[in-house]
């Protein structure tokens, strides 16, 4: 089964500093991963995938992921961290059954910018 | 364009209710999938529709069931509530069943069991 670990239950980060959330993944065959984040009594928005190509990926709000497939892991950064990126943040993979596919997501990461 | 909606927002329940949740996927989109978020925890699958047929299923009790629609919008019923019930319930809808399409997420439904 597909799998993906966050280790980290939350990161702390100064206002302008970069920022890492972490996540490493398991996965038979190609890994499709996904990140996306939750503000407070709001849903889930996507920021960004890997499907394939550039190890490095662009999303949304500035955020930026690496993919090392040495070291399983989808790491979520971005270069300059705002008071407003504090949210939770959560790391999936897609997940492949007969017939359809869904998304397995890591037990989440919250992100706390501080001014 | 609308995004995903799910009604109610909140709902308050007591153990051994029954409850319906509904959601209305985003215009033009044809697969609709339920998670359960539980506080603490990364949501997880319940089902996934798509053109109106099941097609996939996680690891939850018959006490769940879903349906989807003609027009695509979906409805998730949950019968004799337990305590362990209680969660924030994600629709996400996808363009196609495609496992390339990112779903899109609905603001969820806040389900308290009592």
């Known amino acids: 089964a597909q799998s993906v670990a966050q280790p980290e239950d939350q990161v702390n980060v100064a206002e302008g500093n970069p920022l890492t959330v972490k996540c490493t993944y398991s996965?038979?065959?190609?890994?499709?991963l996904f990140w996306y984040v939750q503000y407070p009594n709001r849903g889930l928005q996507f920021l960004l995938k890997?499907?394939?190509?550039?190890?490095l990926v662009k999303g949304s709000y500035g955020f930026e992921a690496e993919f090392n497939k040495s070291q399983t892991s989808f790491h979520l950064k971005k270069p300059s961290a705002l008071v407003s990126d504090s949210a939770l943040y959560f790391c999936?993979?897609?997940?492949?059954?007969?017939?359809?596919?869904?998304?397995?997501f890591g037990k989440g990461t919250m992100l706390l910018v501080s001014p | 364009d609308a995004g995903v909606t799910q009604s109610p927002t909140h709902l308050i329940k007591t153990r051994g209710q029954q409850v319906t949740l509904r959601c209305s996927p985003i215009?033009?989109?044809?697969?609709v999938s339920w998670y359960q978020q539980v506080l603490g925890q990364g949501p997880q699958f319940i089902f996934q529709?798509?053109?109106?047929?099941?097609?996939g299923r996680g690891n939850f009790p018959d006490r769940f069931s879903a349906r989807q629609f003609p027009n695509y919008s979906s409805e998730l019923n949950v019968n004799a509530l337990l305590l362990g019930d209680s969660a924030l319930y994600l629709c996400?809808?996808?363009?196609?069943?495609?496992?390339?399409?990112?779903?899109?997420f609905g603001p969820g439904t806040r389900l308290t069991v009592l």
């Open positions: 996400a809808s996808t363009l196609s069943g495609s496992s390339y399409n990112e779903q899109f």
């Open positions: 996965v038979s065959g190609n890994p499709y």
């Open positions: 890997y499907i394939t190509g550039d190890n």
């Open positions: 999936a993979v897609r997940d492949i059954n007969s017939g359809y596919s869904t998304l397995t």
């Open positions: 215009s033009g989109h044809k697969s």
């Open positions: 529709y798509y053109e109106k047929e099941e097609r």
